[in-house]
């Protein structure tokens, strides 16, 4: 069994440039979402993706976008960015359904942004 | 909206000690309650998970939890602390949609434990 994946592990981008932040599902898992870690706090909820569309989402501007693909696999973009979006991204996949699904997280990716 | 406090952001205990790290919500009647374990440069790892029934859940790595409705706490514990145990813990609850839950965390404990 695959866990979830995530790529790049560190990158550095320059204030008003963009980023594309990638994630693989684990195998079997159809809903994917993402959270940004800020040094020294807890992750905080961007969106869900469910059947290639977005599910639900947090109090993120519409910079942060999203895809999902037919593999269940999923990309978080972010435009312009700023200083303040240097943080640990994560991304977790699951099972839809009920309630009683657990959310596996991958390893993040480090974004500096400079 | 809901939201999470984790009260105590720095925990020190000595390794054998018990541990207890506490955690209330303040959504749902039913909430769908989680604590996960954050190792340094890691991503998140769950220890236990609440949604109905028995309001003493185990985990793993020797954790449980209790769930109390009355003072909306899900405080993790765990009878004696190894030193692999120093990380970060989240508690998080779940908003249950069609695709599953979207989680919202505390500001998470860091745990050291003292040899």
């Known amino acids: 069994e695959t866990g979830v994946t995530q790529s790049p592990t560190h990158l550095i981008k320059t204030r008003g440039q963009q980023v594309t932040l990638r994630c693989s599902s684990q195998?079997?898992?159809?809903?994917v979402s993402w959270y940004q870690q800020a040094l020294g706090q807890g992750p905080q909820f961007i969106f869900q993706?469910?059947?290639?569309?977005?599910?639900g989402r947090g109090n993120f501007p519409p910079r942060f976008s999203g895809l999902q693909f037919p593999n269940y696999s999923s990309e978080l973009n972010v435009n312009a960015l700023e200083l303040d979006d240097s943080a640990l991204y994560l991304c977790a996949s699951s099972s839809s359904g009920t309630g009683n699904t657990e959310a596996f997280f991958g390893q993040g990716t480090r974004l500096t942004v400079v | 909206a809901q939201s999470v406090t984790q009260p105590d952001i720095h925990i020190t205990v000595s390794e054998g000690a018990s541990l207890e790290l506490r955690c209330n919500y303040s959504y749902g009647a039913t909430p769908y309650l989680f604590w996960y374990v954050q190792s340094p440069g890691q991503g998140l790892q769950l220890l236990l998970k609440y949604f109905s029934g028995d309001t003493l859940v185990q985990g793993i790595k020797g954790f449980e939890a209790e769930f109390k409705r009355s003072q909306s706490s899900f405080n993790l514990r765990k009878p004696s602390v190894h030193w692999s145990d120093a990380a970060e813990y989240f508690c998080?609850?779940?908003?249950?949609?069609?695709?599953?839950?979207?989680?919202?965390f505390g500001g998470g404990t860091r745990l050291m434990v003292k040899p």
């Open positions: 195998s079997g898992h159809n809903t």
């Open positions: 998080a609850e779940g908003a249950l949609n069609n695709a599953g839950n979207m989680l919202t």
């Open positions: 993706y469910y059947r290639e569309e977005e599910n």
